[in-house]
């Protein structure tokens, strides 16, 4: 199967920056998309980034336009989440979700990691 870890989370200031990683490891064929998802007390959980390994193209929430930016390694199986100028709303729990082709398997599953808290105090 496939693991997805976290890391990277913590607790800043308003204003600070984090960087979050996402390390996919296990039977990886190839990986589609990245996605980092946050989830807040209390509500939905709401996607933030999205990037395809292939192209590097990158998509985000308006919410975190201009603030996150998500990358990857290819080589490493690893995806970041640079985020700048983060605000008391940034805080969640942030996962990540890899759309992956598992050797022996012909489709595309989704898996997810265990999530990484961010906390920002103003």
């Known amino acids: 199967q496939v693991q997805l870890v976290e890391s990277g989370g913590g607790s800043v200031q308003a204003g600070g920056s984090l960087r979050l990683s996402c390390a996919a490891s296990?039977?990886?064929?190839?990986?589609?998309?990245v996605q980092w998802y946050r989830q807040a007390p209390g509500a939905q959980r709401e996607l933030v980034a999205k990037?395809?390994?292939?192209?590097?193209?990158?998509d985000y929430a308006d919410s975190v336009k201009g603030r996150f930016t998500i990358s990857r390694d290819n080589a490493k199986n690893t995806v970041y989440l640079e985020m700048n100028s983060l605000k008391p709303e940034d805080t969640a729990v942030y996962y990540c979700?890899?759309?992956?082709?598992?050797?022996?398997?012909?489709?595309?599953?989704?898996?997810w990691g265990q999530g990484t808290q961010v906390t920002v105090s103003s």
């Open positions: 296990g039977s990886i064929s190839r990986i589609n998309h």
């Open positions: 979700n890899a759309v992956v082709l598992t050797y022996g398997t012909d489709w595309f599953s989704g898996f």
């Open positions: 990037i395809f390994f292939s192209t590097g193209s990158a």
